[in-house]
């Protein structure tokens, strides 16, 4: 049924001009109507662009337009998210009527390997993000690797939970149709609770899963993890995996663990690393090259650096993408002409990496601005121009902390002519057009920013800030057990003393990774079963405890009536 939904609806885009090289923008939920659409577009010869739901309209606008999408596919739910603009929209249900006219066989292919596959939108260092073109021959070469890495078989079902905005999606959606296996597709949002993923991977029997590391301990903190007996194979990437979770990972859970590496420039991954226990291991390596990719380690001569050596991590072979979409500048500056082979780039990763005496590479940190936060890839200039953007912002400067373990955002301001704004209106005026990844977890005001002898911003200078900034200076004592025990376990986790009932979550600095560590504890403390997304709407321990108090009055009146299901 999918295969003949998505060659009618691939069809019906033929005719509107979708073919090599068009990109079709897609706005949709995850969902089976996802799947659909994703093939149609490839079947059809276009390059999806993933426009996700959960964005700022304005980003999506944005997105839209840069990437001058001829095309539109849009859930009818989702309709009034978007601006009117010059694409022609499909809406999936209010046009299906029309497409279900079309034939059900496969339209003829003319799309060649070095045409364009996707266009996925990354973080941009001046304040706009930029749309990554990604071709046939490099997303290909990606999946036939995994393949014949880890042999999927029609007994596998494959976890797809990935935002489709980012590229760890495509293979979750297309190696299991593929090669034969089951493509179990998560509920919209579930990406974030680990109690529901715990118990999807045992009711679906799911074997292959993927993880950002911050997420995998966050999961292995907080699910279930006796229902994950099916698990064979699990991948985790996006950010550096760190030993502790590895090692706990491998202690507690079946099957085996891979650590990839890889930037959105080079279709997904490069590099491949089975996890093992060492003693004494202080990192785990992000492995060595997959199939058809050629890693360099080099110098600012562009010459190869010795065994043991930091150098800059460079990427050749055919998983480096075409680009970047309407940036030339860019494009050549980020991919550069190959020392090793003539007529072959090179994509400059800004990661400095090191090889091991054993051949594989560690990763040890960034050479820029531009930094990992659970698995999302950031540029600090893109946060400092949307501060900039604020009319009483004179100067601003963004960090990302490692406190304990943490990393989180930190933003620096300087008012324009008076005190910067509170931290609240900063927060609103950024929501308008950064992804909430990308939203600091606290913001200092300081009368000028710090400046090394030369006049550059001294980025070390900058002070730590006090997340109990964010108490509010009206403290409210908790007042009943519940805002208490809650009250505590937000001190815990958000690392604040002295939490009071009205104070706000994101002004703590909370996130959605600490969201789900307050839903574990809190399941430990009253036996209820809260998601990220009750923490991140409730805000503040006085709503939380309200909702915990509901949910704990609804099963006693379950148990009251005789009903033996508990779960809530």
């Known amino acids: 049924a999918i ?42 010869g276009g390059a999806y662009l993933p426009l996700d739901p959960g964005l700022p309209p304005d980003r999506l606008a944005y997105m839209l337009a ?75 070469n990606r999946i036939a690797w995994m393949q014949d890495a880890y042999r999927l078989t029609p007994a596998d079902r494959v976890l797809q939970k990935t935002p489709f905005g980012f590229d760890v999606s495509v293979w979750e959606f297309f190696w299991p149709l593929a090669f034969g296996a089951t493509l179990v597709i998560a509920r919209p949002g579930g990406h974030q609770e680990p109690a529901y993923l715990a118990e999807l991977i045992e009711r679906a029997g799911v074997t292959i899963t993927h993880f950002v590391p911050s997420m995998l301990q966050a999961f292995l903190e907080a699910a279930d993890l006796s229902r994950c007996h099916t698990l064979r194979d699990t991948m985790c990437s996006g950010e550096a995996l760190p030993v502790e979770t590895q090692d706990r990972f491998l202690q507690q859970l ?61 990427i050749g072979g055919v998983g480096v993408a075409r680009g970047y979409l309407g ?9 550069v002409p190959s020392p090793f082979a003539s007529g072959e780039r090179l994509y400059r990763t800004g990661d400095l990496a090191r090889w091991r005496p054993d051949g594989a590479l560690d990763y040890l940190d960034r050479i820029d601005h531009q930094v990992k936060i659970r698995g999302f890839r950031i540029e600090l200039g893109e946060i400092e121009a949307a501060l900039l953007a604020h009319a009483e912002i004179e100067q601003a400067a963004v960090i990302a902390r490692d406190d304990a373990g943490d990393r989180r955002l930190v933003a620096y301001v300087v008012g324009r002519g008076a005190a910067a704004p509170q931290p609240a209106a900063l927060r609103a005026h950024l929501q308008r057009t950064l992804p909430d990844y990308m939203l600091p977890a606290a913001f200092v005001r300081l009368d000028h920013l710090p400046l090394s002898p030369n006049g550059k911003l001294d980025r070390k200078a900058l002070p730590a ?36 009932v009205e104070d706000n979550f994101f002004e703590l600095g909370g996130d959605s990774i600490r969201s789900l560590r307050i839903v574990s504890r809190a399941k430990a403390a009253f036996d209820v079963i809260l998601t990220p997304r009750d923490v991140l ?24 009536s005789g009903d033996g299901n508990h779960n809530l």
């Open 465 to 500: 800030p006090d997340l109990g900034a964010g108490v509010a200076a009206g403290y409210v004592a908790p007042r009943t057990e519940a805002e208490a025990v809650l009250a505590g376990i937000w001190g815990e986790v958000l690392g604040v003393d002295g939490v009071g």
């Open 66 to 140: 840069d990437a001058r999408a001829p095309v539109l596919i849009i859930q009818d739910t989702l309709a009034d998210l978007l601006p009117e603009s010059e694409a022609v929209t499909v809406r999936l249900d209010a046009d299906w009527p029309l497409i279900a006219n079309c034939p059900t066989t496969a339209p003829d292919s003319t799309v060649a390997p070095d045409n364009l596959a996707y266009v996925i939108y990354t973080s941009g260092s001046t304040g706009r993000p930029k749309g990554v073109m990604n071709a046939h021959r490099g997303i290909v």
């Open 327 to 335: 940036r030339p500048g860019l494009t050549a500056e980020r991919f």
């Open 537 to 560: 709407t409730a805000r503040t321990v006085f709503a939380l405890a309200e909702l915990v108090e509901e949910k704990v009055l609804l099963e006693f009146e379950r148990v009251a």
């Open 254 to 314: 079946p099957g085996r663990l891979h650590n990839l590496y890889g930037p959105t420039e080079a279709a997904v991954d490069v590099s491949a690393w089975a996890c093992r226990l060492e003693p004494d291991a202080t990192k785990v390596p992000i492995g060595r090259p997959i199939h058809n990719i050629a890693l360099h380690v080099l110098d600012r001569r562009l010459e190869p650096v010795p065994v043991g050596v930091a150098g800059e991590l460079y």
């Open 3 to 44: 295969e003949r939904r998505a060659n009618q609806l691939a069809h019906y885009l033929r005719a509107r001009g979708v073919g090599p090289d068009v990109v079709v923008g897609l706005c949709a939920e995850r969902s089976i109507e996802m799947v659909v659409a994703l093939l149609a577009i490839l079947k059809a």
